[in-house]
């Protein structure tokens, strides 16, 4: 039982003292809001509690991964974590991950060289949190392993390996880990090589099980809103009953000194990307940590980290990168350089260890600039259920246990003086400390088609006699929980709609106002932007995108660096993007700075200096980006039924994204186009805005009529869309270079946009479709039965203007199975046309939907995302309300009506790329 009921009833019993002063006695630990406690046999439970939140996150964390992995059988931990999704003695089979499925918003695993862990999303619902309490306890005492599952993971987790060592700083890294480690210890992948997954056997995946899945060698993590003392009664009788167990020794990294490693310098020649890093190394050392986890702001912040602004603003490279990663057995700070062909690679090789290893110090602006910036994001990630919950799970890892130790971290960071930070930089970041790695492009050679061999074998599976499943929750169950979140949602949206005040500027323009709280104490503006027509802007595509970069970095006032000074001051951001014929401006600040920092942003936006340096940087950028091979495989399907489905003139901003059209439009673009087409188009005459947070909505309403309200412009607008296509089926199988996987992308356009009557069918059909990667159609056939496929997408897309929508299937398959993909899907489509879909699943579907629609609704930064779309097509919230209605009446019928309907397979555009492909003409 728990140590805090045991010594509860203690206290009562000979001391009689209160509950209060009974809590500070019995908690392992309490810091920053967040307490530790154990149970008897050892199991520990962090709970970090979080009212302002809608979600909870449950993180069940065992400190095993694969540095325990047995000689010779690497992958088997991570191989473990896959099966350990299949059943318990009492929750068998498939029924575990349906019970998942079914409560959850999101559930995950990991496994990397320190621990395993189950991740665990859930709505604030008792009743939801019990049963991943419940399923957690199960997993960890009572799994069963079943062979029969074995051939068809290990498949899995070799699609797994293949997508991920694929990605070219991967192989890089798996390179660096081999020749500091050997193949033992860190130089061995967690995710397993295929002969060594192939020799485990059953025994060995058990005693594994038995060893390390223990309640001493676990730690449950709990973030966001619970009830504190249900959840400790339930952990309490679904852990306490587990024993705990003697445990093996943990393996043992040996000590690094990376000045004894003797190989140090890596090619990867894989992709389309040209990219130089120097990866400084070298064993445990924490005293140093607070500095390292500065280096990458202080080296790439924008504009006055030091290899930006001496790399890329003096165009020696397109772009620099920099990151940390700081664990319990070494210190590793990355420092890269991204450049094209045109570039200079031996002066970048100079530079990068120039302005790193000989690099002018510090001073103290730099490093009070870095401090704001890293203190403002550790007030941001204390905000989220999510993010303390993955934070304490790394940390309790990391440092042994002592998740303070973030918070010391942190404590230590603010602390840090510029000697300290420069004589520790100037000490770790030298020659003996680096390993230099390059990554170029694919060679030409393995570009080219190959002869695919025909593979005579078939997927082995063991002759085992299936496990009886337990059937899934009645129809009516799942139709009582819709009915709840109905109710719930129509709740929340007519509590919500009450705060909202909507208008008109003087100039037409639509403003939202919601005051509110949210949950980080922040306030929020968007302003959305449209202008023009597409004969107006006809061949202005990039204009637009260079428009947007350049808004917000300099104005007649201010310079990029005095910007970025006051987003840091703010605890804010400010960001411009352009989509079509608009551009958006996203402002957000901590609330009671928000006024004058939205104040400041706007006298930048309305006074845009578009500096003829910013605009040669950004273009120079934007070429260099553009100068380089398309063949990697998903690249390839892309552009390959982009080119297929088109309809426009190149030109039109509907027109797909061509690389060479948008060199061309780059190349002959000047800054006085982009100076033009902001004096022209930019006005807020047609825009909308929305603002959401703590505020005096008055007050606000005054500051928008006097500096937005004025702004006119005699130009035509009319707002982009696109049209309804139909297209003939097509299957086109292209040439990609050489990679262990293959990329498949196929799209059914159907004629149906956001406020069709069938789109809240299709919605459910999408679902039951592609919702979860593991129980939905597609995860059924391509993973779990035939192990086509580590992951895979299912998208509906629908148009907000137009009746045009598209559902889109993507997967990442293995090289030279493109065909089976292919087979497979036409076999869900199929089956789905001749029997339809059942009753379950489809009132699982709806209460999947609508648990995820009412979680969205209790957070109003998400609600903030939602006011502008509804401006722009005359909706309201109470709209959302009436959809809820729609989800609710939909029965099997339905949704089996718009099966027939638009599912039409003599329609379905497909194309697969890999090696084994024929070459495709632009």
């Known amino acids: 039982m728990l140590m805090r009921l045991k010594k509860l009833t203690l206290s009562l019993c000979l001391l009689g003292i209160s509950a209060t002063g009974f809590a500070q006695t019995v908690l392992v630990k309490a810091e920053h809001d967040i307490e530790e406690y154990k149970l008897d046999n050892g199991f520990r439970v962090l709970l970090a509690p979080n009212d302002k939140e809608s979600k909870v996150f449950v993180n069940t964390v065992y400190f ?14 991570h191989l473990l974590e896959h099966l350990a999704f299949k059943g318990t003695e009492n929750v068998k089979g498939e029924e575990f991950q349906r019970r998942l499925d079914r409560y959850t918003l999101m559930t995950n695993a990991s496994t990397d060289y320190y621990s395993t862990k189950y991740t665990n999303i859930v709505r604030p619902e008792t009743a939801a949190l019990n049963e991943i309490i419940y399923l957690e306890a199960e997993r960890m005492d009572k799994l069963v392993l079943q062979e029969k599952y074995v051939p068809s993971e290990i498949n899995i987790v070799m699609r797994e390996r293949e997508v991920r060592m694929d990605q ?37 995946l058990n005693k594994f099980y038995k060893d390390w899945y223990a309640p001493n060698n676990a730690v449950m993590v709990i973030s966001g809103k619970f009830d504190k003392a249900e959840v400790l009664k339930q952990i309490d009788k679904n852990f306490s009953p587990i024993p705990a167990r003697k445990l093996p020794q943990q393996a043992q990294v040996p000590l690094l000194d990376s000045a004894k490693v ?48 001496n790399m890329v603003e003096t165009g020696i490279a397109t772009n620099v990168q920099a990151s ?126 190959l002869e695919q061999k025909q593979s005579s074998e078939t997927a082995k599976t063991l002759d085992q006699q299936a496990v009886a499943e337990e059937p899934l929750k009645s129809a009516d169950e799942y139709k009582n929980e819709v009915a709840e979140y109905v109710k719930s949602s129509e709740n929340l949206l007519k509590q919500t709609e009450q705060k909202i005040q909507r208008g008109k500027l003087k100039n037409g323009m639509q403003y939202v106002l919601f005051p509110t709280t949210t949950r980080d104490d922040k306030t929020y503006a968007t302003i959305n932007i449209g202008f023009g027509t597409a004969e107006s802007l006809f061949n202005k595509d990039e204009v637009i995108e260079f428009t947007s970069y350049l808004l917000l970095r300099a104005s007649d006032k201010y310079s990029l660096q005095d910007i970025a000074d006051k987003s840091i001051e703010s605890g804010g951001l400010a960001t411009a993007s352009s989509a079509n014929n608009g ?65 426009y003139k190149a030109g039109d901003l509907r027109y797909h994204y061509e690389p060479e059209l948008a060199k061309k439009q780059i190349k002959a673009m000047s800054n006085q186009q982009v100076k033009d087409l902001y004096q022209k188009f930019f006005t807020t005459e047609h825009a909308q805005i929305a603002i959401t947070g703590k505020y005096d909505a008055k007050h606000i309403q005054n500051v928008l009529n006097q500096q937005l309200g004025n702004w006119k412009s005699k130009e035509k607008y009319l707002r982009l869309s696109g049209d309804f ?66 992951g895979f997408g299912s998208q509906l897309q629908l148009d907000d203007v137009v009746d045009s929508g598209a559902i889109k299937v993507e997967a990442n398959y293995t090289a030279g199975k493109s065909a089976q993909v292919s087979q497979v899907i036409h076999q869900v489509f199929t089956e789905l046309l001749n029997t339809g879909v059942t009753e379950q699943e489809v009132e699982a579907a709806k209460a999947r939907i609508m648990k995820k ?70």
């Open 64 to 77: 095993t991964g694969s540095l325990n992995d047995p000689q010779g059988k690497g992958g088997l931990a």
């Open 324 to 449: 940390t990663w700081l664990d319990e057995d070494f210190n590793l700070v990355f420092m890269g350089a991204i450049y094209s062909p045109k570039h200079d690679e031996k002066r970048i090789a100079q530079s990068l260890i120039a302005e790193v290893e000989k690099n002018p110090s510090f001073n103290e602006v730099e490093l009070k600039r870095v401090k704001n910036l890293m203190k403002n994001a550790q007030d941001n990630l204390l905000t989220s259920a999510t993010a303390v919950g993955s934070m304490l799970s790394d940390y309790v890892v990391s440092s042994q246990g002592d998740w303070t130790q973030y918070f010391k971290d942190q404590q230590a960071i603010q602390a840090l003086t510029v000697e300290q930070t420069n004589q520790t930089l100037q000490a770790f970041l030298t020659t003996q400390h680096r390993f230099s790695g390059d990554i170029k492009p694919t060679p030409e050679e393995q570009k080219k088609a």
């Open 168 to 204: 070219p700083f991967a192989v890089l890294m798996d390179q660096m880990w081999k020749a500091a480690y050997g193949n033992q210890s860190l130089g061995r992948l967690p995710i397993g090589d295929l002969s060594e997954l192939q020799s485990i056997k059953m025994n060995e």
């Open 262 to 309: 003797k190989n140090r310098q890596f090619l990867v020649k894989k992709g389309s990307d040209l990219a130089k890093f120097n990866i400084y190394m070298n064993g445990k050392n924490e005293a140093i940590q607070p500095v390292l986890a500065l280096a990458p702001y202080l080296y790439t912040l924008q504009p006055s980290g030091h290899l930006y602004s």
């Open 853 to 922: 629609r009412v979680t969205s609704l209790e957070d109003d930064r998400i609600i903030h995302q939602m006011l502008v779309p509804q401006m722009q097509n005359q909706k309201t919230l109470m709209d959302r309300a009436q959809r809820d209605q729609e989800f609710a009446k939909l029965g099997k019928v339905d949704i089996d009506a718009v099966i027939k309907k638009y599912i039409k397979l003599d329609q379905l555009v497909e194309v697969m790329a890999d090696q084994y492909g024929k070459p495709q003409k632009p």
């Open 583 to 647: 551009i958006e401006i996203q402002i957000s600040a901590k609330s009671e700075k928000f006024d004058d920092f939205f104040a400041y942003i706007v006298d930048v936006m309305k006074n845009p200096k578009f500096e003829q340096s910013q605009f040669d940087l950004i273009k120079l950028q934007s070429l260099a980006t553009l100068d380089r091979p398309y063949t990697e495989p998903e690249t390839v399907a892309a552009l390959t039924i982009s080119r297929l489905l088109e309809t």
């Open 725 to 790: 296509d139909q297209y003939k089926a097509q299957k086109v199988h292209a040439l990609s270079e050489q990679r262990e996987f293959g990329n498949y992308q196929s799209i059914l356009t159907i004629p149906v946009g956001a406020y069709h009557k069938d789109a809240p069918a299709l919605i459910v059909l999408d679902s039951i479709l592609g919702d979860s990667q593991l129980s939905s159609r597609l995860g059924k056939e391509l993973r779990e039965k035939n192990a086509l496929v580590y």
